[in-house]
């Protein structure tokens, strides 16, 4: 079974440019995530998908961030404009509700965003 | 907001000895899960605990929920060169998961 499919790997743009990362979750799993993680920390959620419904989008800066999952499958991060502070890994994530163990979340590779 | 405190932050140890670490915080989880992360890839689960008191294991890493529901920790026995790596714990309570700062695992040869 193919897991959880991220792209690109990496990234790098001048600031003010705008970026965005795919993903594909593990096939079946209707729950999706985006996390930030920063150097040295644990990932953090910017949003998590039911679906195609963003059920949880409280840490996402909506200033310059948005996502998106139309068709409840594949979901796309864009970041516009980018600023230095967002050089990070961007991780996606998957897990299936209609599992008993649902909170077990299987994650991409990561995007490695360098902004210069 | 909430936080969980993991500890120790790193540890350096022989190939062969064993490894304890662990997660507390000051809220309660329904579940517990421990992530190891390899350099440039991301987080894999190792062991999920879903009732107070678990003990559950996976081949050579145990993990346990604590009774508190505050805390958990996760061993490893006979460590070997590539248990290197990061191990994340997270806790999950209302659809909303919170991952530590990681303990970084090094093995001196």
């Known amino acids: 079974e193919a897991g959880v499919v991220q792209s690109p790997r990496y990234k790098i743009i001048e600031k003010k440019q705008p970026v965005a990362f795919w993903c594909n979750p593990i096939s079946g799993h209707n729950t999706l995530y985006w996390y930030l993680q920063n150097l040295g920390q644990g990932p953090e959620l910017l949003i998590r998908?039911?679906?195609?419904?963003?059920?949880?989008d409280s840490q996402l800066p909506k200033d310059r961030f948005s996502a998106e999952r139309l068709k409840g499958v594949d979901s796309t991060l864009k970041i516009q404009p980018a600023e230095l502070g967002d050089s990070a890994v961007y991780l996606c994530?998957?897990?299936?509700?209609?599992?008993?163990?649902?909170?077990?979340?299987?994650f991409g590779p990561g995007t490695r965003l360098t902004v210069l | 907001g909430q936080q969980l405190n993991q500890s120790p932050q790193s540890m350096f140890i022989q190939e062969g000895e064993d490894v304890s670490m662990n997660c507390t915080s000051s809220s309660i989880f329904n579940t517990w899960l421990w992530y190891k992360q390899d350099p440039g890839e991301g987080p894999v689960l190792l062991i999920a605990?879903?009732?107070?008191?678990e003990l559950t294991s996976n081949g050579r890493l145990t993990a346990q929920f604590g009774i508190t529901r505050k805390d958990s920790f996760l061993n490893i026995s006979a460590s070997i060169p590539s248990d290197v790596g990061i191990y994340f714990c997270?806790?999950?309570?209302?659809?909303?998961?919170?991952f530590g700062k990681g303990t970084r695992l090094h093995i001196l040869p």
């Open positions: 994530a998957s897990s299936s509700r209609d599992s008993v163990s649902y909170n077990e979340q299987f």
């Open positions: 998908y039911e679906n195609e419904e963003a059920v949880d």
């Open positions: 605990l879903y009732k107070a008191g």
């Open positions: 997270a806790g999950y309570r209302d659809d909303k998961i919170i």
